[in-house]
């Protein structure tokens, strides 16, 4: 609330590189692990979530996503953990705008539209998630 609305959009912008940068399966793999399932779109939320938690948090989980066993506690679900795009509300009360008026906010970093991710795949199955992440798996699982 204390930027103006040129530096909200230059932060949106920075935040959507870092939410671009986590476009992996090996992190993909956590939020399915954490969500019991995570879509597109629960991925965007998990990874607008995961910026929002800070650079230590941000570079630990892109190096080794299991360290996200320190993070969420229990049985989280990642509609609890979104996060998604601060910045474009914050932007709309600075100027007195309303919900209706979102499609104004100048943002252009998308969603990372017709890419996959570059590193290999994960499986959806429960014994490759309980292998690749276990520190993750006995949060959530056990």
Known sequence: MKLDPDQIVSFNEWFGRFVREAFLYRLWGAAWLI?????????????????????HTYR???????SLSEVVTGK???????FSNP???VWAEKLGKNES???EFPQSWG???GETPSDEP???DGGYLRERYPKLWKVVKE
Do not use: K, T
Not at 60 to 66: F, G, N, S, T, Y
């Open 87 to 89: 910045a474009m509300f």
């Open 60 to 66: 630990r989980a892109l190096d080794d996503p299991d």
């Open 101 to 103: 008026d979102l499609d």
């Open 122 to 124: 994960f499986l959806e």
């Open 111 to 113: 969603s990372n539209p």
């Open 35 to 55: 969500g019991d399932g995570c879509s597109d779109d629960g991925f965007w939320d998990f990874r607008c979530w995961l910026v929002a938690r800070g650079e």
């Open 76 to 82: 989280a679900r990642l509609s609890a953990l979104s």
